[in-house]
């Protein structure tokens, strides 16, 4: 098999990337399971979640993070940082702005007033 050259070069790479994110998300949850008392596992998971646009499971994962660690700061900051997330959608939806849409599309044009 030859390397990966051509017009198609980026996406091919781009997709790869895409599936090792997803990948390590899977292996985080399964680090999780067999090993549920490992603090820095449960931080990590509820980044990746964070990521994912997940702020309310990261939010458990976090709580998770600190009762087995109380004295984590990573946990307490990364739970704030989602809290805040949560808090600032919340204001999103109150104002009317649909959250579900991506606010920038690549190659989106522009509506002249």
Request: hydrophobic residues 35%; aromatic residues 8%; proline residues 3%.
């Amino acid at each position: 098999m030859g390397c990966i050259e051509g017009s198609n070069s980026h996406f091919l790479r781009y997709n790869v990337e895409i599936l090792n994110v997803l990948t390590f998300g899977f292996h985080l949850i399964g680090a999780t399971a067999l090993e549920p008392s490992w603090a820095e596992a449960w931080v990590t998971l509820g980044r990746a979640q964070l990521n994912f646009g997940e702020p309310d499971s990261a939010i458990e994962s976090f709580d998770k993070a600190s009762a087995i660690k109380p004295d984590s700061k990573e946990a307490r900051d990364d739970r704030q940082t989602a809290l805040h997330l949560v808090k600032r959608i919340k204001q999103l939806h109150s104002s009317g702005v649909d959250t579900n849409r991506r606010r920038y599309v690549v190659g989106e044009s522009k509506e002249s007033s």
